[in-house]
């Protein structure tokens, strides 16, 4: 079963600094999708990824993919405590969208 | 608002019971999926179903079971509850052919056996 693996688990950090979530994953895939989660709420699309070095930002998140290292980035850059959330990347495989596997999520914590 | 409803937000129920939760997916979606979502097992992928057939399974308990009707509705019924079943479940929808959108989720049914 493909796997996935999230690390930092918990990551606390001030406001302004920069920082980056790993996300790897162990069978060949070329979609990756990052969600962000408050807690209590519901899970919210940030970033789909469909092809090797394929990168997209968004305000001060930007995420990338290498589909060779099977590895995907989330930098958070000067972050601000609106940050603070739980974020999952979400790996498919095959031809259809179908079942996503998840990986256990980042809790971020920013602090002022 | 998502566009994918979930009814109802929150249930409590006693050990042993059966509950239903209801999902209503996204106006053109029509894969629906189910998710666990509990501390110690983070998100688990529960089944899907696309355009009333089921399509996928993962780790659903025999307890367990969904079906997608043709207003494309689901509807996630669990029985004999135990403690351990206490978690908030997502359903997620996506178009045909959904690869470059993802899934919409819901907003979640937390529930809370006792």
């Known amino acids: 079963e493909l796997k996935v693996e999230q690390n930092p688990l918990f990551l606390s950090m001030q406001e302004g600094k920069n920082y980056t979530i790993y996300c790897n994953y162990s069978?060949?895939?070329?979609?990756l999708y990052w969600y962000r989660q408050d807690p209590g709420k519901s899970l919210e699309s940030l970033f789909v990824?469909?092809?090797?070095?394929a990168v997209k930002q968004e305000g001060r998140l930007m995420a990338s993919l290498d589909t060779k290292a099977r590895l995907s980035t989330l930098h958070i850059t000067a972050a601000v405590h609106d940050l603070s959330a739980t974020y999952f990347c979400?790996?498919?495989?095959?031809?259809?969208?179908?079942?996503?596997?998840f990986g256990r999520g980042t809790q971020l914590t920013v602090w002022p | 608002d998502s566009g994918v409803t979930q009814t109802p937000k929150h249930l409590i129920t006693a050990t042993g019971q059966r509950v239903t939760l209801r999902c209503s997916p996204r106006?053109?979606?029509?894969?629906v999926y189910w998710y666990q979502q509990s501390l110690d097992q983070g998100l688990q992928f529960l089944i899907q179903?696309?355009?009333?057939?089921?399509?996928a399974k993962g780790n659903i308990l025999e307890r367990f079971s969904a079906q997608q009707f043709p207003d494309l509705h689901s509807e996630l019924n669990l029985s004999s509850l135990e403690l351990g079943d206490s978690a908030l479940y997502f359903c997620?929808?996506?178009?045909?052919?959904?690869?470059?959108?993802?899934?919409?989720f819901g907003s979640g049914t937390r529930l809370t056996v006792v």
């Open positions: 106006s053109g979606d029509l894969s």
């Open positions: 990824l469909l092809s090797n070095g």
């Open positions: 179903y696309y355009n009333g057939e089921e399509r």
């Open positions: 069978t060949t895939s070329d979609r």
């Open positions: 979400a790996v498919g495989r095959g031809s259809t969208l179908g079942r996503l596997y």
């Open positions: 997620a929808s996506s178009v045909p052919h959904g690869q470059g959108y993802g899934y919409t």
